[in-house]
């Protein structure tokens, strides 16, 4: 008990995680549709709808979350889903927005400053006063298993994001993008795909880009 008592006299970093989880866990796992076992949300942070939220295990958002599951807007009524599913690791100041659904497959990481989003706003009706008053158009955003999400990348609308594709540093992704493949830039281009026949990475010229991404469509 004595050894106990000085490691986390010691250890103040080890004594701050485990009042963290004590304090978050249980009132977290009756919040949420779902709240996996070791996973962590960071305060501070903005959530709202947890029911519409499913956590799985071992996840991780760092400080600054917002995670919003839209269930109205003006006159539309959505019913909104947010799937994290295990091993998802995100970094500081992330924001995820779904009125239809957003679903991050297992062993995702979002960098910090990323953007995820199923929905845009109509712009296009001159007659109102604000674009806020707009309908909002959605779709399913999913990011498959093992994807990485680099610094400050915006997700801006509905789009399905391959298994282990990686997207460069602060790329606004507007399409699909295919598995194995590094996408970077505004718009997010692919630029490098891996072959599993010829087992490596190889460069795409922009010519070539449109045929990856549709003969890669899996969902
Ligand atoms: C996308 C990435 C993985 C590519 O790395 P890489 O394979 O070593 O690529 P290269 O550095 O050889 O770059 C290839 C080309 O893409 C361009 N490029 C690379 N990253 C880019 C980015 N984020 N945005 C725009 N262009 C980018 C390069 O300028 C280069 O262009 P060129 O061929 O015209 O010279 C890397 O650049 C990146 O953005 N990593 C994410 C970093 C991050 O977010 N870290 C967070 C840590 S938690």
């Not at 093992?146 to 602060?170: D, P, Q, S, W």
């Not at 507007?174 to 795909?193: F, L």
Request: a positive charge; hydrophobic letters at 40%; charged letters at 25%.
């Amino acid at each position: 008990m004595k050894k106990i008592i000085m490691f986390f006299k010691k250890n103040m970093k080890a004594k701050k995680m485990i009042l963290y989880r004590l304090l978050t866990y249980f009132p977290n796992r009756y919040q949420y549709a779902r709240f996996g076992k070791g996973s962590l949300i960071y305060f501070p942070m903005l959530v709202n709808n947890k029911k519409c939220i499913s956590i799985g295990e071992n996840v991780t958002f760092r400080e600054r979350l917002r995670m919003d599951a839209i269930k109205c807007m003006n006159d539309q009524y959505f019913t909104p889903r947010i799937i994290i599913e295990d091993n998802v690791h995100a970094e500081q100041d992330c924001q995820i927005f779904a009125a239809n659904l957003v679903h991050i497959k297992k062993n995702v990481t979002l960098s910090s400053h990323v953007f995820i989003t199923d929905a845009e706003h109509e712009y296009r009706g001159v007659e109102h006063e604000s674009i806020l008053k707009q309908k909002l158009i959605f779709g399913k955003t999913i990011i498959e298993e093992e994807a990485f999400i680099g610094i400050g990348v915006r997700i801006i609308k509905a789009v399905h994001i391959g298994k282990h594709a990686v997207i460069g540093a602060n790329s606004v992704v507007t399409k699909d993008i295919p598995a194995y493949s590094v996408a970077v830039g505004n718009p997010a281009k692919v630029i490098r795909k891996y072959s599993h026949k010829m087992k490596q990475w190889e460069n795409i010229t922009s010519d070539a880009e449109e045929y990856y991404e549709i003969s890669d469509r899996s969902f």
